[in-house]
């Protein structure tokens, strides 16, 4: 049975990309908007996504739920991103959100759902699947760490 | 709040003996990398082992509101507002707690044979964060938070800029000291909002390691803050500050 990741809980985890030396010293962890160098551009196009009214794939497609925006923007604050390109975001018919990255034949989907439940779908290089749910940060950048491919 | 002193003969097992001693009012740690350089050692293979390996210790109390930091050559007190709604403590608050939690550090050190701290320089600084869509909505134009940094658009050729970056220093008279500035567009890992990150940190090195002269320090510093922020932020987001 899916469960929720506690959002709160995801801002507070202990951060997993590298720290960056001018905000060692605070105690509330910030990310610099300049690394990635895509990270704006990302953040640019959720807003975008929560701007969508109902219906706007004409297929009935609900609007962004803010538990997905939030789910997402925490995903993308929390994550070492570094060498990765930006992924492709995009609204989901059910109200989340999807992240997909695609390297060297190996896919990743990232998926923050309307609930704020966060799962993913690995395709590997020979076209077999698996999935599973992202119950913690660090199982969210093991998971970006496979599409790397390290 | 913080201090930074000439490296002390601080050894691992003084994190453990120092938490001992605070662990009532901080019962939580958790082990950092340092602020610094540092030389990191290892050698396991000489006739003498050799482990060198720097470390910053955070020392929290059960509130999760209040930090005590340390390093072989810092000591940092740090506080932060655990929820939006908990009230601000003020400068006037936490001097005497720092003040009080210095003199239970150096007693520590005292008594554990590593001499006196001989504090090199005292430091204030102010972690501000204003959200976006509150008085500002552009990272491109920080001049409606900050009215005297300009827009860095191009004469021609540029366009806005995407993000600005700034880091600016302000001498203290007499050399005393020095208020840096550093604006920061960034993401708050808590809840990824965009803000931009506003650091006010005055610095100041003291005449001598006594508590009367290094609190003096503290205020000099402080008093930079105050008035650097009011000085560098438009009229507008005071109004708004105003009002929340």
Known sequence: MAQAIQ????????????????NRRQWSPVKSMESPVWLREAYDRISALA???????????????????????VLLSNLDLEGFPKPHLAPIPDGGIGLHWRILGRDLEIEVEA???????????????????????????????????? | ???????????????????????????????????????????????????????????INDESNRLIQVQNNLFFHN??????DAPYLHYGDLKPVFENEWKRFCAFVGRNEMGP?????????????????????????????????GSFNGRGFLAKPETVLLNASYVMPSNE?????????????????????????????????????LMRCLDLCRE?????????????????????
């Not at chain 1, 959002?7 to 951060?15: C, E, I, T, Y």
């Not at chain 2, 204003?130 to 409606?144: E, H, I, K, Y």
């Not at chain 2, 930079?224 to 929340?244: P, Q």
């Open chain 1, 7 to 22: 959002l709160p809980s995801l801002g507070m985890a202990r951060p997993t990309h590298r720290e960056e030396e001018p």
């Open chain 1, 51 to 73: 701007a969508l009214k109902n219906n706007w794939d004409t297929y009935g497609g609900l609007p962004v739920a803010s538990r997905a925006i939030l789910g997402a923007r």
């Open chain 1, 115 to 150: 609930s704020g439940v966060v799962r993913y779908l690995k395709t590997h290089v020979g076209g077999e699947s698996t999935d599973g749910e992202v119950r913690s940060l660090q199982d969210a950048q093991e998971a970006l760490n496979w599409v790397l491919g390290t």
């Open chain 2, 1 to 59: 709040m913080a201090f930074a002193f000439g490296p002390l003969r601080w050894m691992v097992p003084h994190f453990g003996l120092f938490w001992n001693e605070i662990r009532a009012d901080y019962p939580k740690f958790e082990v950092r990398p340092p602020i610094g350089q540092f030389d990191f050692e290892f050698n396991a293979m000489g006739p003498e082992a050799i482990v060198k390996f720097p470390v910053r210790c955070w020392f």
């Open chain 2, 79 to 84: 506080w932060r507002r655990p929820t939006p």
């Open chain 2, 117 to 149: 701290p001989n504090v090199l320089s005292c430091e204030v600084s102010y972690v501000n964060h204003l959200d976006r869509g509150v008085g500002w909505q552009s990272f491109s134009d920080l001049s409606v938070v900050f009215p005297s940094f």
């Open chain 2, 177 to 213: 000291g020095r208020l840096r500035v550093q604006v920061q567009p960034a993401i708050r890992q808590s809840d990824g909002k965009e803000i931009i990150q506003l650091t006010l940190t005055g610095s100041c090195r003291p005449a001598s390691s006594e508590v009367t002269e």
């Open chain 2, 224 to 244: 930079w803050v105050v008035r650097g922020f009011d000085d560098l932020t438009s009229e507008n987001m005071h109004k708004i500050w105003r009002k929340k």
